[in-house]
C-alpha cells in the first residue's frame, strides 16, 4: 500500500486531495499546522500530524514521523492581494515563507529518501494565475511563479533517480476558504489612486456566469500527477485553468 504527505490539509484543496487519496485505499498523512481530526473521514489508513512548514523543526518531525512515503504534496499556501506599490515588504517575506520556502524545504526535506530509492513523485500545487499577469497579485503571483521555476528545474535534476516532479495549477476556486483565508493579507485596498481598479477587479470576482475550478478538480489533476507517469510536468486543474493555459500555449 502508496502513502501519500499532502500539506496544507485542514481545508480546500488540501483536505479534498486527502479524501481523494484515502478514496483510492492509499496511506494518507494529512498535514496541518493545527492538527484536527474532525475534517477528514475515519481511516485506519489516515494519520493527521502537525506542520508547520515554515518552521524547520515542525518540517523534521513530521518528515520523521510519516517515515517512508511515495509521494509528497505541497499544498499549504495562502492567498493575497495588493497592489505592488502598497505590499508591505515584511508582508511579501511572509508570503513567500510559506507559499516558497515552506514548499521547498519539505521537499527538501523528503527528497533523499526518495534519490536514495530511486523511486517517488512530488507534486507541487501552485495556481493557474501564474500563466497570465493579473493586477492586485503581483507578490502572490510571483510567489507561485518562482515555485513553478524551482519545480521544473528540479525535476531534471532528479529525473535520472527515477523520481518524478510535477506540478498542478489550479484556477479561481470560490467554493473554497482560499479567499476568506486571503483577507487577512490585502493591503491598501482602499487607497484611493486604485480604487476604480480595486473596483473593477472585485466585480469581475463577482461573476458567476465565467468558469471556475472545485477542489475536486485539483483533487484529479494531483492524483493524476501522483500516478501517472506519462503526464505533462505542469497540469491544469479547473475549467479556468485549462482554458487559461490553451491561451498561454
Not at 485505499?25 to 493527521?48: C, G, K
Not at 472545485?214 to 489533476?221: C, F, G, L, S
Amino acid at each position: 500500500m502508496q502513502t501519500v504527505l499532502i500539506t496544507g490539509c485542514s481545508s480546500g484543496f488540501g483536505l479534498e486531495i486527502a479524501r481523494g487519496f484515502l478514496a483510492h485505499d492509499w496511506q494518507v498523512i494529512a498535514t496541518m499546522r493545527t492538527p484536527r481530526t474532525d475534517v477528514l473521514p475515519a481511516s485506519e489508513r489516515l494519520r493527521v500530524l502537525a506542520l508547520d512548514v515554515t518552521r524547520p523543526e515542525s518540517i523534521r518531525a513530521a518528515v520523521e514521523a510519516a517515515g517512508p512515503i511515495d509521494v509528497l504534496v505541497n499544498n499549504a499556501g495562502f492567498g493575497s492581494a495588493a497592489a505592488a506599490e502598497l505590499m508591505p515588504i515584511e508582508a511579501m517575506r511572509e508570503l513567500f515563507e510559506t507559499n516558497t520556502f515552506g514548499t521547498i524545504a519539505v521537499t527538501q526535506a523528503v527528497l533523499p529518501q526518495f534519490r536514495q530509492r530511486k523511486a517517488g513523485v512530488v507534486v507541487n500545487v501552485t495556481s493557474s494565475v501564474t500563466l497570465k499577469p493579473l493586477p492586485l497579485i503581483a507578490a502572490y503571483r510571483a510567489s507561485k511563479a518562482a515555485v513553478n521555476a524551482f519545480t521544473e528545474s528540479m525535476a531534471l535534476e532528479l529525473e535520472p533517480f527515477g523520481v518524478r516532479v510535477r506540478l498542478v495549477l489550479p484556477g479561481r476556486s470560490p467554493d473554497t476558504r482560499f479567499a476568506e483565508n486571503a483577507r487577512e493579507h490585502m493591503y491598501g485596498l482602499d487607497h484611493e489612486a486604485y480604487a476604480d481598479l480595486v473596483k473593477n477587479v472585485f466585480a469581475r470576482f463577482q461573476d458567476t456566469s465565467v468558469p471556475v475550478t472545485y477542489a475536486t478538480d485539483v483533487a484529479e489533476a494531483v492524483w493524476r500527477a501522483a500516478t501517472d507517469p506519462s503526464c505533462p510536468t505542469r497540469i491544469p486543474a479547473g475549467a479556468d485553468a485549462y482554458a487559461w493555459a490553451a491561451e498561454a500555449a
